[in-house]
């Protein structure tokens, strides 16, 4: 019995692993079939978004199962209340990627992001895939430092997030409307995913620790 119980408790973490790699693919391909008007990759990418739900319907099944066989206490508690947590986290990123697809789509055969913000959105597509691996790698480590590490580089995207509104209040932009909007949702949804991928590695210092990711991170200086 004893056995099965971490068996199950090991296909619990292989399942979020599972799902962060996934969803991590599926934003860097989004991007691409932002960027090139990409409308088969876009496709692929919204279809994707099937299995990520499926996902973490099996995620809340294998949990909820545990929780009833097992009445899991202590830190075993904390590992399956923890996983349903992260599994929302990682279904919205699914989804998140799945809007950045559909953006591509609506748009096509026109690109939605104008030239001279290309570079901006690629860096944020590529941050937010390499922050969700390192979220995936957290998950599988269990690394604390790293998991802490990983809000100090979400930094970043909240630069570029800012980068975006600069061009969009600036008196110079030539892009009309529809175009500021498409980037306001763009910017939005990189930041968001990074977001989540930051609260997966939370959680994970909330699983090993038991305390929450603030309550590590000393306060800096003002």
């Known amino acids: 019995m004893r056995e ?22 599926a934003i860097g391909l989004a991007t691409t079939a932002l960027l090139d008007a990409d409308l088969q990759l876009a496709e692929s990418v919204i279809s994707t978004d099937e299995k990520v739900d499926d996902l973490q319907r099996d995620q809340e ?8 066989r097992q009445q899991p206490v202590a830190t075993d508690l904390r590992v399956v209340v923890t996983s349903l947590r992260m599994s929302a986290d990682l279904e919205r990123s699914g989804d998140l990627a799945q809007h950045v697809a559909k953006l591509a789509r609506m748009r096509y055969p026109s690109r939605a992001v104008p030239r001279d913000l290309r570079r901006t959105v690629l860096e944020m597509g590529q941050l937010a895939q390499r922050l969700m691996a390192q979220a995936a790698e957290v998950i599988i480590t269990q690394d ?6 990983l809000e100090k580089d979400d930094d970043h995207m909240d630069e570029l997030h800012r980068t975006i509104f600069q061009h969009l209040m600036d008196d110079r932009w030539q892009h009309g409307v529809e175009t500021a909007v498409d980037v306001t949702l763009v910017g939005r949804y990189y930041e968001r995913f990074a977001d989540h ?4 590695a939370q959680r994970v210092v909330y699983l090993v620790t038991g305390e929450h990711a603030d309550e590590l991170i000393p306060d800096t200086p003002a």
């Open 197 to 200: 991928a930051v609260s997966v």
């Open 61 to 68: 099944s294998r949990a909820i199962a545990v929780l009833a």
């Open 4 to 25: 099965t119980y971490h068996e199950e408790l090991a296909a619990i973490s292989d399942g979020l692993v599972e799902m962060a790699n996934l969803v991590g693919s």
């Open 144 to 149: 604390v430092h790293a998991a802490l590490q």
